[in-house]
């Protein structure tokens, strides 16, 4: 299994730019979610997913769409690129949102 | 509202010592603890996660205990290595997200 991959693994982008950031699962997980990891400020859930066709906020929605058209994959879409938005950027998935929760590997924004 | 806190915040210990990491939370009414390792510019890869209704769990040189009446957690690593060098998170489930701990930043020196 290749468990929870992220693309790209870094990526720069200009101010107003909009760009997906992918994640997919091999696992056949039902909850998915994203979370942001910024110096200081921890971890933060920008959206989640219960199951395909469902998802929610998080506590940092604000600038990003989320949809789950199935199992496998959760993509991230920034509207329009802020530089408040350069962070890194971790998918995670499980069977259920209070079990082990396995992430990936992270993509690295940076929006000038 | 729940509070996960760690301490120490930074911790450096010489190869081969036995060590404790603490997790402490606010409201003891959590459904599991899980331990999460953040290596440099890496994800965060599950160590152990520990349900309400234990008191341990182990896996390898790691050994997790709950106490939730005290609201605490511990981590203990035994004969520390160079390779347990990273960043040691804790985290407790809450309504729709994990609620994570601060961390504590490991070194461990050859």
């Known amino acids: 299994n290749a468990g929870v991959t992220q693309t790209p693994k870094f990526q720069v982008l200009k101010t107003g730019q909009s760009m997906t950031l992918q994640c997919a699962q091999d696992m056949n997980h039902e909850y998915m979610s994203w979370y942001r990891q910024d110096p200081g400020m921890g971890l933060r859930l920008i959206h989640y997913?219960?199951?395909?066709?469902?998802?929610d906020q998080g506590e940092v929605p604000n600038g990003y769409n989320v949809s789950r058209s199935t199992t496998e994959d959760f993509p991230l879409r920034l509207l329009s690129a802020a530089p408040s938005q350069t962070s890194v950027y971790f998918c995670a998935s499980s069977w259920d949102r209070r079990e082990t929760q396995y992430f990936g590997p992270g993509t690295r924004l940076l929006v000038l | 509202k729940q509070e996960v806190t760690q301490i120490p915040a930074a911790l450096s210990v010489p190869e081969g010592e036995n060590l404790v990491l603490n997790c402490s939370f606010t409201d003891s009414a959590i459904y599991n603890l899980q331990w999460f390792r953040q290596d440099p510019g890496k994800g965060l890869t599950s160590l152990l996660l520990?349900?309400?209704?234990?008191r341990e769990q182990t896996s390898g040189r790691l050994n997790a205990s709950l106490d939730k009446s005290s609201g605490r957690s511990t981590l203990y690593i035994a004969a520390s290595q160079p390779g347990d060098s990273a960043t040691y998170l804790c985290?407790?489930?809450?309504?729709?997200?994990?609620?994570f701990g601060t961390g504590t930043l490991l070194a461990v020196q050859p």
């Open positions: 985290a407790v489930p809450s309504t729709n997200k994990l609620i």
């Open positions: 520990i349900q309400s209704s234990q």
């Open positions: 997913s219960v199951g395909a066709g469902i998802t």
